[in-house]
Nanobody, 128 residues
Framework: QVQLVESGGGSVQAGGSLSLSCAASGYTYSTYCMGWFRQAPGKEREGVAAIYIGGGMIYYYDIVKGRFTISQDNAKNTLYLQMNSLKPEDTAIYYC?????????????????????WGEGSQVTVSS
């Protein structure tokens, strides 16, 4: 059973930076599509970014392009999200997610139903 544990996050003022990590364990497949999602109070969970573990295919939600960077460290089985130029509207609980795949589907990477495994989330709060 794949387990995902997020860490990082916290509180920052607008314009600041935060980073998130997601430590994965229990992999039973050799490749996965992994993503970061977020959910603000009263809103649906939305895809932020995704990366194919095994090939570098990367996707971003348009509103975070140029500000957020998703990356991986295969040796550590860890996924990262570096968030710069944060805005109050980035405030949300951020979740790490994964599903076994040979690639991240371009039109589906941001859909929650694509993912089998989820972390418990990490709070990110950006104040104005």
């Amino acid at each position: 059973q794949v387990q995902l544990v997020e860490s990082g996050g916290g509180s920052v003022q607008a314009g600041g930076s935060l980073s998130l990590s997601c430590a994965a364990s229990g992999y039973t497949y050799s490749t996965y599509c992994m993503g970061w999602f977020r959910q603000a109070p009263g809103k649906e969970r939305e895809g932020v970014a995704a990366i194919y573990i095994g090939g570098g295919m990367i996707y971003y939600y348009d509103i975070v392009k140029g500000r957020f960077t998703i990356s991986q460290d295969n040796a550590k089985n860890t996924l990262y999200l570096q968030m710069n130029s944060l805005k109050p509207e980035d405030t949300a609980i951020y979740y790490c997610a994964a599903h076994p795949a040979t690639y991240c589907r371009g039109g589906y990477w941001f859909r929650t139903y694509e993912y089998n495994y989820w972390g418990e989330g990490s709070q990110v709060t950006v104040s104005s």
